[in-house]
């Protein structure tokens, strides 16, 4: 971490330094400091809380003033599909005149549509073509105010394309102040003239152990769904990623139940995203367990029909509840982590604080990274957000990026009242 020194000071400080993750008897409302500061060193929090109390020597640090706007973590967006090189608009117009994603992922209509689609997309753009249309990609989450991002792969469409995805998440890691999490998305879909069973003994035998010795992977992911993969082959990607150390993740219950996400929550997996189709065993399973549950509104308004995950049902029965933009081409081409609060309140009827916390320590938590990033306390990465006012609700009420309007990664002004880029504030 390339870290700077700043001191954001007088703003209305939500640090969300209680428990992690944000569940059951601990929601409520997030709690404020009215006038706090939060004081970077070397990239990390060395101190967040009343501004009065700020020490001495950090009082003469490069101070950016907040002016009483509310000051939060940096926003972490756990689930996303970059790289990718090309939009599906085309799917989404057919979508809207009556086609269903499941039919478009078979490819019932003919044509090449869904996963494959992207993959034949990826394969025929070059590694620059990926990195610059994948870096907009990132400054646009950026300017939303994400600091932290989940890159997955899984549109490779064979093995040579999936270590070639891995190589371009590296890439990208190294090209954008954000911190990235790696997620070999493996099984997704199969490649083409490949059966199901001939691809995991390749991802189990070859990809999995490869990504690892060269230390190339966070986690793994895989799609249970009847287009997709099934949960026994799912397992045995998973059990095989924990038994090295790996986090886990699910694409689950988004098109019918399957019971991926009471399996998950019965085998430590770290996230299980989706859930549109979830039926109240798996809500119960999430309730006693740890897995978090991640939805994904962007893809339940674009691809479902109208479907909608029980998050009522998940945050009774004590389940970790997160957000994230699911920003891919075919089901969510939204970057903003704010448009899925505002989503998730306004059609859902989620509180704003529990929106909130489902954006920053419960999407930390969901990548196994609450110790590092979703809340400031002394120690962790010193990555914030400004928002445009002093209220939280903004978040749900500009449906939009326009809500944050600094953003502060390792220290660093990268967003400085709605411009990308622009430079720090001068030391005063
Ligand atoms: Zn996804």
């Known amino acids: 971490l390339a870290g700077g020194d700043l001191v954001v000071r007088h703003g209305r400080l939500f640090a969300m330094a209680g428990a992690v993750p944000w569940r059951g008897a601990e929601r409520g409302r997030l709690a404020a400091v009215e006038d706090g500061s939060v004081a970077v060193v070397a990239g990390r929090v060395a101190y967040a809380g009343a501004d009065q109390d700020l020490p001495a020597s950090l009082r003469a640090l490069p101070t950016l003033e907040a002016g ?5 973590p940096g926003l972490v967006d756990c689930h996303t599909h970059v790289p990718f090189a090309a939009w599906r608009a085309d799917e989404y117009a057919a979508r809207l005149a009556g086609a269903t994603y499941a039919d478009q992922q078979r490819g019932a209509r003919g044509g090449l549509r869904g996963i494959a689609r992207s993959a034949a997309q990826l394969r025929a753009a070059s590694d620059e073509e990926v990195l610059a249309f994948s870096r907009r990609r990132l400054e646009e989450t950026l300017a939303a105010g994400t600091t932290t991002v989940e890159l997955k792969s899984g549109y490779g ?22 911190l990235t999490v790696r997620t070999g998305l493996f099984l997704h879909a199969r490649p083409a003239g490949s059966d199901r069973a001939a691809w995991l003994n390749e991802v189990l035998g070859a ?67 989706h859930l549109d189709h979830l039926d109240a065993a798996g809500v119960r399973a999430l309730g006693r367990g740890d897995t978090v549950a991640v939805l994904l509104p962007g893809a339940t308004f674009l691809a479902g029909r109208g479907e909608t ?104 002004v990268v967003v400085h009242e709605g411009r990308l880029g622009a430079p720090g504030p001068k030391a005063s």
Do not use: K
């Open 68 to 72: 009483g706007r509310a000051i939060l």
């Open 309 to 412: 995950p029980p998050l009522d049902d998940l945050l009774r029965a004590g389940a970790a509840v997160a957000l994230a933009s699911d920003l891919n081409p075919g089901t969510s081409p939204v970057a903003s982590l704010p448009e899925m609060v505002a989503l998730a309140c306004r059609a859902w009827g989620m509180a704003v604080d529990d929106a909130v916390a489902a954006v920053t320590l419960n999407a930390a938590a969901a990548l196994g990274r609450s110790t590092e990033v979703g809340s400031l306390r002394p120690g962790m990465r010193g990555d914030l957000v400004l928002l445009d006012g002093d209220e939280l609700a903004l978040l749900a009420y500009r449906l939009g990026p326009a809500a944050v309007a600094t953003v502060v990664a390792g220290g660093q």
């Open 157 to 178: 469409g064979d093995g040579a394309g999936e270590r070639r995805s891995l190589r371009l998440m590296a890439a990208l890691g190294s090209q954008t102040p954000q």
């Open 207 to 273: 990809l999995l152990p490869e990504a690892l010795s060269g230390g190339e992977l966070d986690a793994v992911d895989a799609f249970v769904e009847e287009v997709a993969f099934n949960l026994d082959e799912a397992a045995a990607l998973l059990t095989a990623a924990q038994a090295a150390g790996l986090d886990t993740h699910l694409h689950a219950e988004q098109l019918a139940p399957s019971g991926a996400a009471a399996w998950a929550a019965s085998h430590g997996v770290t996230s299980v995203d």
